[in-house]
């Protein structure tokens, strides 16, 4: 969604309240797809700060399907965005990157919802997703998820150390 910035910077401490509506299907980045089941429309508050400045403001809360970093079941996360950015108009986009300024959002007069958002999600997403605080994850040999049952498995780990001393009581039976 295309937001025209060119009402708000018309004048000076102008303040322009805008609904927006996050149209990204998922968040899509080098660690995989993730589907965005919840999106609430929001309000954004841009206001002119003078000398060509501008302030975004908002809150937005989304719901994200995230693997459980243990056991993979999709877990429905909520990421509660809170959008404080002040951007220089004046800027030229060479000089943005000069400046290591990531404000690829706003076009020209335009301000690209999506691109704001996508970048929101990038910097709130989450560490570690659990599906519960005591997951069990999957069992490393066979794959099962032990949340759901248990598998056959030999899931006894030896101390490597003393690999060479059980090597000797395998060959003694």
Not at 31 to 59: A, H, Q, V, Y
Request: proline content about 3%.
């Amino acid at each position: 969604m295309l937001i025209d910035l060119t009402d708000v910077l018309s004048c000076d401490d102008k303040v322009v309240t805008k609904t927006a509506c996050v149209e990204l299907p998922s968040f899509d980045s080098n660690l995989g797809s993730f589907p965005l089941k919840e999106r609430e429309p929001f309000t954004l508050t841009l206001t002119n700060l003078g000398d060509d400045k501008l302030l975004i403001e908002g809150r937005v809360r989304l719901a994200a399907l995230i693997p459980c970093d243990r056991c993979l079941d999709e877990v429905k996360t909520f990421l509660e965005l809170v959008i404080d950015k002040e951007v220089d108009m004046k800027q030229s986009a060479e000089g943005r990157i000069e400046d290591l300024d990531e404000t690829d959002f706003v076009i020209g007069y335009n301000l690209d919802v999506d691109k704001l958002i996508y970048s929101e999600i990038l910097v709130n997403w989450p560490m570690k997703t659990l599906c519960k605080e005591d997951c069990k994850g999957i069992c490393r040999k066979c794959g099962t998820n032990l949340n759901h049952g248990s598998c056959d498995c030999d899931t006894v780990e030896l101390d490597p150390r003393m690999a060479v001393i059980a090597e000797i009581f395998k060959n003694c039976n």
